[in-house]
Antibody, heavy 120, light 110 residues
Framework: EVQLVESGGGLVQPGGSLRLSCAAS????????MTWVRQAPGKGLEWVSI???????YYADAVKGRFTISRDNSNNTLYLQMNSLRAGDTAVYYC??????????????WGQGTTVTVSS | NFMLTQPPSVSESPGKTVTISCTGS????????VQWYQQRPGSAPTTVIY?????PSGVPDRFSGSIDSSSNSASLTISGLKTEDEADYYC?????????FGGGTKLTVL
């Protein structure tokens, strides 16, 4: 069964760091485009970052320079390293897999999300 | 920056047909495919339309997507509305290498 399971969310103070994980099963993340999307409380979906199968990465302007997307192929896990966190980063963070070939047809598999709260 | 605009809410009765619009801020909305996601309260999004009006397995053919180049907009049409269709719906496309989501539309089936 194809599945994505996020973890690593929690409460962090402004300026702090957090690393989210997304464990994939049923497919190899190394061959797919993988995306992070977030949703602030009561708000809509916001794209965060994408990692192409070839290793190229792109980021939303709101997180550029603070967040880093990466993957561990041996553990089949996607990561999102979040530094210099702000209150505006408070959201549920979803990882998602792109429909092949990637970057064209959007996301076909979503995780259940992990909640990040940035507050003092 | 390219933006997608959706109406905040729509409502319709069971059995009827509803259309949700998604308007591009500039350029040609048909330069990239427009996807549609359904999100029920407390759940992750799921895809209902992707690519050129394609439906993932398990999505009924009551759901369909279309593009109107003249108005630079995409639409999601749901026919034979059921109470289970009540959810938030998001359109999504691309601006080069950037993923763009619409603001979402809350569909109420009453």
């Amino acid at each position: 069964e194809v599945q994505l399971v996020e973890s690593g969310g929690g409460l962090v103070q402004p300026g702090g760091s957090l690393r989210l994980s997304c464990a994939a099963s049923g497919f190899a993340i190394s061959s797919k485009y993988m995306t992070w999307v977030r949703q602030a409380p009561g708000k809509g979906l916001e794209w965060v970052s994408i990692l192409y199968a070839g290793g190229i990465t792109y980021y939303a302007d709101a997180v550029k320079g603070r967040f880093t997307i990466s993957r561990d192929n041996s553990n089949n896990t996607l990561y999102l390293q979040m530094n210099s966190l702000r209150a505006g980063d408070t959201a549920v963070y979803y990882c998602a897999r792109d429909f092949p070939p990637g970057g064209v047809y959007g996301m076909d598999v979503w995780g259940q999300g992990t909640t990040v709260t940035v507050s003092s | 920056n390219f933006m997608l605009t959706q109406p905040p809410s729509v409502s319709e009765s069971p059995g009827k047909t509803v259309t949700i619009s998604c308007t591009g801020s500039s350029g040609n909305i048909d330069s990239s495919y427009v996807q549609w996601y359904q999100q029920r309260p407390g759940s992750a999004p799921t895809t209902v339309i992707y690519g050129e009006n394609q439906r993932p397995s398990g999505v009924p053919d009551r759901f369909s997507g279309s593009i109107d180049s003249s108005s630079n907009s995409a639409s999601l049409t749901i026919s034979g509305l059921k109470t289970e269709d009540e959810a938030d719906y998001y359109c999504q496309s691309y601006d080069g290498t950037t993923v763009v989501f619409g603001g979402g539309t809350k569909l109420t089936v009453l």
